[in-house]
């Protein structure tokens, strides 16, 4: 209901029906009560940077659209003809505490991110069009939204700023610089989305300034038994302009953050391989940790 209402009042940005992105929107709500059965998996790869008594103020990180595919090992390449194989690549200030997250944010607190999903139509065997979605609220919340309009595709150096300074209302930014390998981002992105509507209003004091992080994800489905979605295989991802800024005035980048794999037992055990520099962050989709 909120997620309609807020919708309605959203003007250019739309939520995006469940016909066209139909496993991008639901996992981002409420948490299930299977957290500790599954307690020792982990559906996020990447690094998650924390402070202590200190606000994070700013994070900005950006990555190209990595080129998704049916996984040719494993236990989910037997099904690589009926199922949709996707991945999730996002930034986020705070994060959501639960089932398999590496969310150290209490589940009373809200998460500020947005990223981009792409997919593998195994049915089809085609790429289909990668979403881009920004989500805010706590886990107990569904509040996330397709971008409407904003394209994006394989290939596209995207940068999404997150920023929760001063009093104002945190804010959250999408540029897309384009597949252009000689534009960087900076210079006049090609697609700039700046979602204010509900983000202010509805965060309120609740975000969870202490986290921010650079993630790759297998998100939840939204279906029973409830089930990552089945992680696709792609090509690397390496997130760059790695920033985070806090209140004190201190920076960091992955190098100071916690590194956490994707590790999915039914899909075959650990499926990303991270490694930081202080310039970078890549993520790797390997199977069985190697
Ligand atoms: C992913 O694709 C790469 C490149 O084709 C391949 O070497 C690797 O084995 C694939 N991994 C899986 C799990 O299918
Ligand atoms: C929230 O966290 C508390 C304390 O860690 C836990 O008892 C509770 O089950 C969690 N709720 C949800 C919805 O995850």
Not at 35 to 48: H, M, P, T
Not at 62 to 81: E, M
């Amino acid at each position: 209901m909120k997620t309609a209402i807020i919708a309605a009042l959203a003007g250019a940005l739309t939520a995006v029906p469940a016909s066209a992105a139909p496993e991008s929107l639901h996992h981002r709500g409420q948490m299930d009560q299977q957290r500790q059965r599954r307690a020792a998996e982990s559906i996020q790869a990447g690094a998650v940077f924390s402070t202590v008594s200190d606000d994070i103020t700013s994070i900005t990180g950006t990555f190209r659209v990595p080129d998704p595919f049916a996984p040719t090992a494993g236990p989910t390449s037997a099904n690589a003809d009926r199922a949709t194989f996707a991945v999730s690549i996002y930034v986020s200030l705070g994060g959501l505490a639960g089932e398999a997250s590496a969310s150290a944010c209490a589940n009373t607190t809200s998460t500020l991110r947005a990223g981009v999903d792409v997919f593998w139509d195994g049915i089809s065997g085609i790429v289909t069009a990668p979403f881009a979605w920004y989500q805010f609220g706590t886990p107990a919340e569904n509040t996330a939204f397709g971008y409407a309009g904003f394209g994006v595709a394989g290939g596209d150096l995207v940068r999404i700023t997150a920023t929760a300074a001063g009093t104002g209302n945190p804010t959250i930014l999408i540029e897309n610089y384009g597949p252009d390998a000689k534009v960087a981002a900076g210079a006049t992105p090609r697609e700039s989305a700046p979602p204010t509507y509900g983000v202010g209003d509805n965060l309120g004091a609740s975000l969870c300034k202490s986290e921010a992080s650079w993630i790759v994800e297998a998100y939840w489905l939204d279906e029973q038994p409830r089930v990552p979605v089945a992680l696709a295989n792609f090509t690397d991802v390496t997130f760059t302009e790695l920033a985070v800024k806090t209140k004190s005035g201190k920076t960091g980048d992955a190098t100071g953050a916690k590194l956490v794999e994707i590790n999915l037992a039914a899909q075959g055990g650990q499926l990303t391989k991270t490694a930081a520099s202080a310039a970078s962050l890549q993520v790797k989709r390997v199977l069985g940790g190697a």
